[in-house]
């Protein structure tokens, strides 16, 4: 884990930069859960999270016998050609975990410019 900065961690997942090459130069964030690796600016992470948020407002079937378990949620992500299915948990796990990379982000940056005057 040396390799990596982390930026915020949940049950789910990880957010986290790669300490060296060019992904620290380029600001994009490794955002990794349920066996997936997404690398994104902050601006996709914003997309993703209003992506979540949407999902969560459609819901899953109404008639879904057992939403904690039935990946009937399709959440679209920053990437064009990738959607995922998932459960109600995982998506609000997905949710927390974008708005605690961004929430921490936002944090790194106000105390690099407070700091700086």
Known sequence: MNEIEQIYRNQFGIAFYWKKGDARKQHKIQLVFRDTGFYLTRDELTLFLNCSREAASRGCCADCKNPSQCRSILLRTPSQNIDLAVSLPELEAINDLIEGTLFNLDLQSY???????
């Open 111 to 117: 105390l690099r410019d407070v700091c700086r005057n």
